[in-house]
């Protein structure tokens, strides 16, 4: 189809970003494992990446706090997953993505042009409860977006914050953003219980 002297071209592209986000213990990564399993029923050719910064299950796999795992390699940088990268791969899942550098928005992006169906998992809040590395990008960019919650630890209630607790008590603002770990050293927390206590410098006394 031909108009003002241009022709019109429909460029297609099955590719997509899935983006499933949330607190922790908000059923994240079992999410990503149950549109896996569905993908390989399918007869799709799947990949997972995960930070290598991750220990908590070694480096060779991903594994939901409720006991679901899945094959995946370990990455030092995101750039690593073009080198690791199946031919005939059709969907690519990529597990704790708010570790990664900000390239992996463009990471992403380039999977998704080349037709691949992306999913990435990720906390979209620290434990300040401010945004989280590169999700809010990821979630901009995505063609679908969920975000799961919690139960909240105190209350009962749903939960949408995660509360870093060191020695029993609240981590303070001031340490530092990233401490991988599981139940021994996060909550699930809601707005109200959530809390985040500055440190207090004490000056001596005269």
Excluded: W
């Amino acid at each position: 189809m031909k108009a003002n002297g241009f022709e019109d071209t429909i460029h297609v592209v099955s590719g997509s970003i899935e983006v499933v986000t949330g607190s922790m213990f908000s059923g994240k990564t079992e999410e990503m494992l149950r549109r896996l399993r569905r993908a390989r029923i399918a007869r799709q050719q799947v990949q997972v990446f995960k930070p290598k910064l991750d220990l908590r299950y070694g480096h060779d796999k991903v594994k939901s706090h409720a006991g679901s795992e899945f094959k995946a390699i370990g990455v030092s940088s995101c750039s690593e997953i073009f080198d690791l990268l199946n031919p005939g791969t059709t969907v690519v899942a990529i597990d704790e993505v708010q570790f990664f550098e900000p390239e992996i928005v463009e990471v992403c992006d380039r999977l998704a042009e080349q037709g691949i169906r992306v999913i990435v998992t990720g906390l979209d809040q620290d434990f300040r409860g401010a945004p989280f590395g590169s999700m809010p990008l990821l979630l901009s960019r995505a063609e679908h977006v969920d975000k799961l919650q919690a139960i909240c630890m105190v209350c009962g209630g749903s939960a949408s914050r995660t509360q870093r607790m060191i020695d029993g008590r609240p981590a303070f603002y001031e340490e530092p953003t990233v401490l991988v770990g599981g139940s021994e050293s996060y909550e699930a927390r809601c707005r109200e219980h959530h809390e985040v206590p500055h440190q207090l410098n004490t000056l001596p006394q005269d």
